[in-house]
Structure formats: structure tokens, C-alpha cells
């Protein structure tokens, strides 16, 4: 099956390309399994909270770091992700990944003390951090143009696709006995095996195999992606910004000339953390549970947080290259505050019975997954030139993770000091803040080619 698309870019103007959809679409999802760990290990913690918090007798505090750790260890992946993955391959760098995500799932769910616990939990990190930053970034390099914007919303689709399994992993084995929190971690290891296998069956990133000088082997995958005349425009697009670049260094991050971009990339990686989504969706049945119903209830209304994410999610698959990054990002932004206004005002009033905090935080995950999720995604792995891009990447995604951490871990002490209702009017300042950045910062993308982005940001 092909797809004909016209291409706006300069190097295609006057060409009608043919691209193959069914390898595309494979290479991506198969890359996209990593979106499906990222979301599974962030989000399956929910479910264990109360009972793993009771087995350790932890404090709000050890609560807090019990669940926010797995951020200090995927700030460490995605330090260490973006210059490996340089020297590697993005493949390449993706299997071991695979296989931690596996090995770290039976070890934090069979961990005998609460320092283990901790110790595996940032292993797991470890993995989601360079995933996170490696998977987008292998979609980015391999995806047409005109293409690009949907293919890497598909990896946030892969992600909510995670949290939906958590939640429904969570809720089949809350009632397995003393030990449902140990198998909720546990059952990870399975869609880690089938990333694992999957990547022996995808190629590596043509813009990797041009950087290094593997030019036989780039101008087959793009053949395959789009036929002999988009893999000759492709190559010498390529090609001409690659040899005009220098061997790249971590310091040249901060030359005038790429500041912007790094600039831009790290807003956008940290208000995507810090607008609050990592609170509901680490502690929906905490934050249900809040309201009187009771665990069983508190866990099916989780999942229905997963449905409502994943639902979205389209949304934005849809939108993104049609109406764009930049406004998507004006948009959930400030619909975000207004949910975030609503939780604050019916907990600080009690309006906590019936359906309105579940219908506000519904409206929230599903303007999150429509918005900020996938597009955060889209713009961190698109606006860095070709040359630094794993650096780049490594620190905009190291900032992400640290702000995650910093969101989860104080979510219980916030909510034990201050209550739910000041915890989310905190956030709702900062959607309102992050409004202004984007406003002010952030330039459209859509529809341009890496290339061209690149001559954007570098201006």
C-alpha cells in the first residue's frame, strides 16, 4: 500500500513522491513500543502506591520519592542517551534499552526493602529516559515532511496506549492477594520483550547513516520510505547540511547561534512536566479516593483516565499538521488552566461528590493527550540541528526529567500541607505562564522540513 503526497519542501517542490505506508508505518510503530514502556513504568506505580506504601510504612516524603525517583533515573538516561546514540545508532541504542525495561520491572516488584525499591525504580528511569529521547528522535530522522508532525504523535499515542495497559494491569490485579502490587510491576516485563524483538526487524536512521558517511546504506532506507527520487532529493538535502557542519561538541549548545533552539527545546520539555498531568496520572486512584469512593471504584475510574488519554490522542495525530504546533500549544495551555481553576475551586468548596472532579479531570487528561503531550514530542524532536541533535536532545529531555521528578515527588507533600485545591491552583499558574512562553517563543513548524527548521532556529 503508497500513499501520493505533494511536497512543499524546497529540495521536492516539483515532485510527487510515492511513500510507502506500510513500511513506514512499521518502522514507527515498532519504535513507537518504546512510548508504550515510557507510559506503562511511569503510570503503574498509581495502582501499587497504597499498597507498596504500606508494606515499607513510608512517609509522605519516601512516598513522594518512591514515585518521583524513576525521573532522577531517566534524567541519567537521557543524559547519557543522546551522545551513545550518536556513536551507536538509534537502533542499536534501543535494544539494551528493551531489555532493562524488562529486567527493572521484576526488580522493583520483587524488590525485599524499600532501598531496593528505589534502586530499581531508577534503573527503570534509566530506560524511559533514553527511549524517550531516542524514539522520537529515530521517528523524526526517518519520517517524510509532510508526515513527520503525525508519526511522532504516534508515539505519544503509544504512550497513553502504556498508561491505558497499566491501568488495566493494575485494576485485573488488584485482587491477586498480598503480593498485586509485585505483579503490577512485574507484568512490564512483557511489552519490553516485544520491543526487544520487534527492533531486529526495523533499519537505522538515514540522517545517522549520512553523519557517518554510511551513504549506500542511508540512500536504501529512503528508497524503501519513498522510492528513488525522494531517497536522491533526500540525500542531497542531507548531505548539504551535513557538510557544512563541524564535529559536533556539548559546547556548542551554547553558541549564539543554536541558543535559541536549546532555549525553545527546554521551555518546552519542562511546562510540559510541570502543567500537572503527572499528578493525575501517578496518583489518579489517590486523588479519586479523595472524593469517598471506594478502591475498586477509584481504579476503574483510573482506567477510564487511560480510554479518555488514548481517545485524544488522535485528536492530535489529526491536528498537528494541519492547524500546527504552535497553536496546539496556545490552546492547551490555556484550556488546561481553566480545568485546573475548576479542580481547585471544587475541592477548596467540597464539590467533590458525583461526577464533577471526575468530568474536570477527564477534560484535562483529554486536552493534555490532544495538545502539549504529543506536541511537546514533535517540537523537542524536530527544532535541533542535525549535527547536535543528540546533545541537544539529551539536555532538553534531561530538564523534562527533572522537572518531572520534582512535580511527582512533591504531589504528596503539596497535597498533605496545602490540600488538593492549592495543588492544583499552582498548576494552573503555570499553564497561564506557559501560555505567555509559547506566545512570545515558540514559532510554527509545521509542514517544514528538519532542514529548514534548523536555518530557523539558527537565524
Given at each position: 500500500m503508497a500513499i501520493i503526497i505533494e511536497n512543499s519542501q524546497p529540495v521536492e517542490q516539483s515532485t510527487n513522491f510515492t511513500f510507502n505506508q506500510r513500511y513506514i508505518a512499521r518502522v514507527c510503530l515498532v519504535a513507537a513500543l518504546g512510548g508504550v514502556l515510557f507510559g506503562f513504568d511511569?503510570?503503574?506505580?498509581?495502582?501499587?502506591?497504597?499498597?507498596?506504601?504500606?508494606?515499607?510504612?513510608?512517609?509522605?516524603?519516601?512516598?513522594?520519592?518512591?514515585?518521583?525517583?524513576?525521573?532522577?533515573?531517566?534524567?541519567?538516561?537521557?543524559?547519557?542517551?543522546?551522545?551513545?546514540?550518536?556513536?551507536?545508532?538509534?537502533?542499536?541504542?534501543?535494544?539494551?534499552?528493551?531489555?532493562?525495561?524488562?529486567?527493572?520491572?521484576?526488580?522493583?516488584?520483587?524488590?525485599?526493602g524499600?532501598?531496593?525499591?528505589?534502586?530499581?525504580?531508577?534503573?527503570?528511569?534509566?530506560?524511559?529516559?533514553?527511549?524517550?529521547?531516542?524514539?522520537?528522535?529515530?521517528?523524526?530522522?526517518?519520517?517524510?515532511?509532510?508526515?513527520?508532525?503525525?508519526?511522532?504523535?504516534?508515539?505519544?499515542?503509544?504512550?497513553?496506549?502504556?498508561?491505558?495497559?497499566?491501568?488495566?494491569?493494575?485494576?485485573?490485579?488488584?485482587?491477586?492477594?498480598?503480593?498485586?502490587?509485585?505483579?503490577?510491576?512485574?507484568?512490564?516485563?512483557?511489552?519490553?520483550?516485544?520491543?526487544?524483538?520487534?527492533?531486529?526487524?526495523?533499519?537505522?536512521?538515514?540522517?545517522?547513516?549520512?553523519?557517518?558517511?554510511?551513504?549506500?546504506?542511508?540512500?536504501?532506507?529512503?528508497?524503501?520510505?519513498?522510492?528513488?527520487?525522494?531517497?536522491?532529493?533526500?540525500?542531497?538535502?542531507?548531505?548539504?547540511?551535513?557538510?557544512?557542519?563541524?564535529?559536533?561538541?556539548?559546547?556548542?549548545?551554547?553558541k549564539p547561534n543554536l541558543r535559541r533552539a536549546l532555549t525553545v527545546g527546554c521551555l518546552v520539555a519542562i511546562f510540559s512536566q510541570i502543567a500537572g498531568q503527572n499528578s493525575v496520572l501517578s496518583y489518579a486512584p489517590v486523588i479519586f479516593a479523595q472524593t469517598g469512593i471506594g478502591a475498586s471504584s477509584s481504579f476503574a475510574q483510573s482506567i477510564l483516565v487511560g480510554v479518555i488519554c488514548f481517545a485524544f490522542t488522535f485528536v492530535a495525530i489529526g491536528s498537528v499538521d494541519k492547524v500546527g504546533r504552535r497553536t496546539l500549544l496556545l490552546w492547551g495551555s490555556l484550556l488546561l488552566a481553566l480545568f485546573l481553576a475548576g479542580l481547585a475551586v471544587s475541592f477548596q468548596l467540597n464539590w467533590t461528590s458525583g461526577y464533577i472532579v471526575l468530568g474536570l479531570i477527564l477534560a484535562y487528561v483529554g486536552t493534555y493527550s490532544a495538545t502539549l503531550g504529543p506536541v511537546t514530542w514533535v517540537a523537542v524532536s524536530e527544532i535541533f540541528p542535525t549535527r547536535i541533535r543528540g546533545y541537544a536532545m539529551a539536555v532538553a529531555t534531561l530538564t523534562l526529567w527533572i522537572a518531572n521528578f520534582f512535580t511527582t515527588a512533591s504531589f504528596p507533600i503539596l497535597k498533605e500541607e496545602f490540600g488538593l485545591a492549592v495543588t492544583f491552583g499552582i498548576h494552573m499558574v503555570i499553564c497561564l505562564v506557559y501560555f505567555a512562553v509559547v506566545w512570545r517563543y515558540v514559532p510554527e513548524t509545521k509542514g517544514k522540513s528538519l532542514e529548514e527548521i534548523e536555518a530557523i532556529m539558527t537565524a
Open positions: 511511569l503510570v503503574v506505580i498509581s495502582g501499587a502506591v497504597p499498597f507498596f506504601t504500606q508494606d515499607f510504612q513510608l512517609s509522605s516524603v519516601q512516598q513522594g520519592l518512591a514515585v518521583g525517583c524513576i525521573n532522577l533515573g531517566s534524567a541519567l538516561g537521557a543524559l547519557v542517551a543522546g551522545r551513545l546514540s550518536d556513536s551507536l545508532g538509534r537502533r542499536k541504542f534501543l535494544l539494551p534499552c528493551a531489555l532493562l525495561f524488562a529486567l527493572t520491572g521484576v526488580g522493583t516488584g520483587w524488590a525485599g524499600f532501598a531496593w525499591f528505589v534502586f530499581f525504580r531508577i534503573l527503570s528511569g534509566v530506560a524511559v529516559g533514553a527511549a524517550a529521547l531516542v524514539a522520537p528522535m529515530y521517528i523524526a530522522e526517518i519520517a517524510p515532511a509532510n508526515l513527520r508532525g503525525r508519526l511522532i504523535a504516534f508515539y505519544q499515542l503509544a504512550i497513553v496506549v502504556g498508561l491505558l495497559l497499566a491501568y488495566i494491569a493494575n485494576y485485573a490485579l488488584l485482587n491477586v492477594g498480598p503480593n498485586n502490587w509485585r505483579w503490577m510491576f512485574t507484568s512490564q516485563a512483557a511489552p519490553a520483550l516485544l520491543f526487544f524483538v520487534g527492533l531486529f526487524f526495523v533499519p537505522e536512521s538515514p540522517r545517522w547513516l549520512v553523519k557517518k558517511r554510511l551513504l549506500d546504506q542511508a540512500r536504501a532506507v529512503l528508497k524503501r520510505v519513498g522510492g528513488e527520487s525522494y531517497a536522491a532529493a533526500e540525500m542531497t538535502a542531507i548531505q548539504g547540511t551535513v557538510s557544512t557542519q563541524s564535529q559536533e561538541s556539548l559546547s556548542d549548545l551554547f
